[in-house]
C-alpha cells in the first residue's frame, strides 16, 4: 500500500508540473483578482445538491438489504467521501462499508457490492458524457477508443453482475465446488462473505429501480457540470454548458487514477487540459482549477468533519 501512496503522490507531483509548466504566474494572480465572488456561494450549493443526492442515492442501492435514514446516508457519506480524498490511491472507498456495517446490521461485503454497483452507474454516466464531449472537441484518438473500451467492460460488468444475481444457487454450488480443497472453516467464512456480497448486487434484478438509479446518476452528473458552468461566470468566461461537461469529464477521469491526497496535480493538469481545448489562456485555466479544485475540496472536508462525531464509532 505504502508503493501505491507513494506512486499516487509522484503522479500528483507530476501532473502538476504539467500543469503549472510555461506559466506566468504573475497572471494567475491577475486572474484570482478578477474573479467575480458573488457566483461561488451559487456554485458551492450546486455542489452541496450533488453531495447530497449521492448519499440519497446509495440509500436506494442499500433498500434491498436495509433501509437507512437519510441523515445516516449523508453522515457516512460525508466521511467516506472524506477518505477517499484524504488517503492516496482511493483506498478510502472502504471507509463507507465499513461506517454502514458499524450502524447497521448491513455486512460490510454487502455494502461493498452497491459500492460497485454505484461505480458503474457512474463510470458509465461519465463516458456517455465523455462521448458527447468527444464530439465537439479534438480529443487524442488512443483517449477516445481508451473510454469506449472502458464503456463496453462497465457494460459487460452490469450485464454479468445481472446474470450472477440471476442465478445465485447456480453460481453458489460452483463456487462451493471450488471451495472444496480449502479448509472447512476459512471455506463457510468465504462462502458466507460472497452470499452477503450478492446481496449488495440486489438492484440489478430490478428494472424499475436500475432506471431509476441510472436517471439519477445522470442527473447526479449533469449537476456536477451545471456547478462547473456557474463558476464560467465567476471567472467571466464565455463558454458553452458542453465546455462544462469537457471539464467534468477528464478531471473525473484524471482523479481516477492513482492521486495525492486532495487530487492535488491530477486535477489541476486535467482541468486545465479541457479548458484549453477552448482557448482559455492557461493561466486563466490554472486559476479556475485552484478555484475548483479547493471549493470541491473544502466541502468534502467541511462536510466529512461535520458529520465526524456523529458516526458511531
Known amino acids: ?115 460497485i454497483i454505484e461505480r458503474l452507474f457512474d463510470i458509465f454516466s461519465i463516458l456517455v458524457m465523455f462521448s458527447a464531449v468527444a464530439c465537439i472537441i479534438p480529443i487524442p484518438q488512443w483517449i477516445v477508443r481508451s473510454s469506449m473500451g472502458i464503456l463496453a467492460l462497465v457494460v ?29 472453516r476459512l471455506s463457510l467464512r468465504i462462502e458466507e462473505m460472497i452470499v452477503h456480497f450478492t446481496l449488495g448486487l440486489e438492484l440489478m434484478t430490478d428494472i424499475t429501480r436500475l432506471l431509476g438509479v441510472a436517471a439519477l446518476s445522470f442527473i447526479i452528473w449533469t449537476i456536477g457540470a451545471f456547478a462547473i458552468y456557474l463558476l464560467f461566470f465567476a471567472f467571466n468566461f464565455s463558454l458553452p454548458l458542453i465546455a462544462a461537461f469537457a471539464v467534468l469529464v477528464l478531471v473525473t477521469a484524471g482523479i481516477s487514477i492513482p492521486a495525492a491526497p486532495g487530487f492535488v496535480g491530477n486535477w489541476h493538469y486535467f482541468c486545465v487540459l479541457a479548458l484549453t481545448f477552448f482557448s482559455i489562456p492557461k493561466a486563466d485555466a490554472m486559476a479556475f482549477a485552484i478555484v475548483h479544485n479547493f471549493l470541491s475540496v473544502s466541502l468534502t472536508v467541511v462536510m466529512g468533519l461535520l458529520f465526524l462525531p456523529f458516526v458511531k464509532k
Open 156 to 184: 459487460l460488468g452490469m450485464i454479468f453482475i445481472s446474470v450472477l444475481v440471476l442465478n445465485r444457487r447456480r453460481a453458489g454450488r460452483i463456487i462451493r465446488v471450488l471451495l472444496l480443497k480449502m479448509p472447512r
Open 1 to 115: 500500500m505504502k508503493k501505491k501512496m507513494v506512486v499516487g503522490i509522484l503522479l500528483g507531483i507530476l501532473f502538476f508540473y504539467l500543469a503549472v509548466r510555461n506559466i506566468k504566474f504573475h497572471e494567475v494572480i491577475e486572474s484570482f483578482r478578477s474573479i467575480r465572488y458573488v457566483y461561488l456561494v451559487p456554485v458551492y450549493m450546486t455542489m452541496l445538491a450533488m453531495h447530497l443526492l449521492r448519499a440519497y442515492r446509495w440509500g436506494i442501492l442499500l433498500r434491498p438489504i436495509e433501509r437507512i435514514r437519510f441523515v445516516s446516508l449523508v453522515s457516512i457519506t460525508s466521511v467516506g467521501f472524506l477518505a477517499i480524498m484524504a488517503v492516496p490511491v482511493r483506498v478510502g472507498e472502504l471507509a463507507r462499508p465499513y461506517l454502514i456495517k458499524r450502524s447497521s446490521s448491513i455486512k460490510m461485503s454487502s455494502a461493498l457490492g452497491t459500492i
